[in-house]
C-alpha cells in the first residue's frame, strides 16, 4: 500500500484564459510538511484549491488519499482540514461558538474538554473565549482558525499563509503544533511568503514560479534545511 498522501501529476490549471499552473508534479508522504515558497500569482492558492476538488485541472491530476479530486471532490474532502489566510469566522459568535457551529457542519461534535484543548493548543487566552470576535485581533483570529482545523482530525491538512498576523511567538507555538502533528501521521501541505519559517518546519521546501515547481530542497539527516541557499534560489526567482 502507498504512503504518498498527496500527488500531483503534470497539473495544469487555467483560470480566466490564463495558465496558472503549468504542468506541476509533486508527491508528499503521509506524515510529512511540504511547504510551497511562492511570490503572489505563483500558483500556490491555486495548488491548494485543485487539491480539494475547487478548482478542475485542464491537465492531469490532483490526488488525495489516492483519490481524484476532481472526479472525487466530497470523499477528498472528507480527508482534509483546510486553513485559509483569512478564515470566514463569524464576528458576532465567541470563540467557542464558533468552533461548536462550524464542526456541526461536518457532522463533529467534540467533547468541550477537546474544545478547550484545541484553544490551548493555540495560546487563545482564557479569557477571550467567551467573548465575539469582533473584539478579536486577527493573530486571536487566526488562532481559532487553527484550532478549528486541528479538531477536524484529518489525515490531511491544507494551510494558507498559515503564519499570518501571529507574533513570533504565536509563531513558534504554531510550529510546534505543526510537528506535532506530523509526528502524529497527519500530512501537511503548507503554501507560504515565510522562507524561513518554511525551512524550520518543513521536511521538504519547493519553490514555485510562474506555475512551475523550479526546485525542492529536503531536510537534512538532522532536520535541517540550508536556508541561505533556499533564500538565493527564491530571491533569484522573484526578479527573473
Not at 490549471?13 to 504542468?23: E, P, Q, Y
Not at 482540514?81 to 483569512?86: D, I, R, V
Not at 498559515?162 to 500530512?187: K, M, Q, Y
Amino acid at each position: 500500500m502507498s504512503n504518498c498522501a498527496l500527488k500531483a501529476s503534470e497539473l495544469e490549471v487555467i483560470r480566466g484564459g490564463k495558465a496558472v499552473l503549468t504542468g506541476m508534479s509533486f508527491e508528499i508522504k503521509q506524515g510529512e510538511v511540504f511547504a510551497l515558497l511562492g511570490g503572489n500569482g505563483a500558483g500556490k492558492s491555486t495548488t491548494l484549491l485543485t487539491f480539494m476538488g475547487l478548482l478542475k485541472p485542464t491537465r492531469g491530476v490532483a490526488e488525495v488519499m489516492g483519490q481524484s479530486a476532481a472526479e472525487q471532490p466530497d470523499a477528498v474532502r472528507s480527508q482534509i482540514a483546510y486553513l485559509p489566510e483569512s478564515a470566514a469566522l463569524y464576528d458576532h459568535l465567541t470563540a467557542w461558538e464558533n468552533l461548536t457551529y462550524f464542526l456541526s457542519l461536518s457532522q463533529c461534535r467534540p467533547e468541550p474538554k477537546a474544545l478547550s484543548d484545541a484553544l490551548d493548543a493555540v495560546s487563545l487566552p482564557v479569557e477571550s473565549r467567551g467573548k465575539p470576535l469582533k473584539s478579536y485581533s486577527k493573530g486571536m483570529r487566526q488562532k481559532v482558525a487553527i484550532a478549528l482545523a486541528l479538531l477536524r482530525e484529518t489525515p490531511v491538512l491544507l494551510l494558507d499563509e498559515p503564519t499570518s498576523g501571529l507574533d513570533p511567538s504565536a509563531v513558534e507555538d504554531f510550529h510546534d503544533i505543526i510537528e506535532r502533528l506530523a509526528s502524529n501521521g497527519v500530512t501537511i501541505l503548507m503554501v507560504t511568503h515565510d522562507l524561513y519559517g518554511a525551512c524550520q518546519v518543513a521536511n521538504r521546501v519547493g519553490i514555485l514560479r510562474a506555475g512551475q515547481l523550479v526546485d525542492v530542497f529536503e531536510a537534512d539527516a538532522d532536520g535541517n534545511i540550508e536556508i541561505n541557499t533556499v533564500r538565493d534560489l527564491f530571491l533569484q526567482q522573484q526578479v527573473a
